[in-house]
């Protein structure tokens, strides 16, 4: 049971780093010094920006209750 949370733990960890990456940047970060501020203020919010913040929100939580999970099975 423990291999199987840390298997989606691990897959959910790395699903969750690239959505994260695919989010455009708000400003005031690492995104405006390479023009990514820019294009952010052209920009709206679209359907597709919607949809990654939903898979985000499901991805966290996913995350977060493998890692629940994997503490309340590895307690002694």
């Known amino acids: 049971m423990t291999a199987t949370i840390s298997v989606v733990l691990i897959i959910t960890s790395l699903f969750l780093m690239l959505l994260i990456l695919l989010?455009?940047?708000?400003?005031?970060?690492?995104?405006d010094m390479f023009g990514g501020g820019i294009s952010s203020a052209v920009g709206g919010s679209s359907?597709?920006?919607?949809?990654?913040?939903?898979?985000?929100?499901?991805?966290?939580?996913?995350?977060?209750?493998s890692i629940i999970a994997l503490g309340l099975l590895l307690k002694p």
Not at 23 to 31: I, T
Not at 47 to 65: H, P, Q, S, Y
């Open 23 to 31: 989010h455009r940047g708000k400003g005031g970060g690492l995104s």
């Open 47 to 65: 359907v597709a920006e919607k949809n990654l913040d939903r898979f985000t929100i499901m991805c966290g939580i996913v995350w977060a209750a």
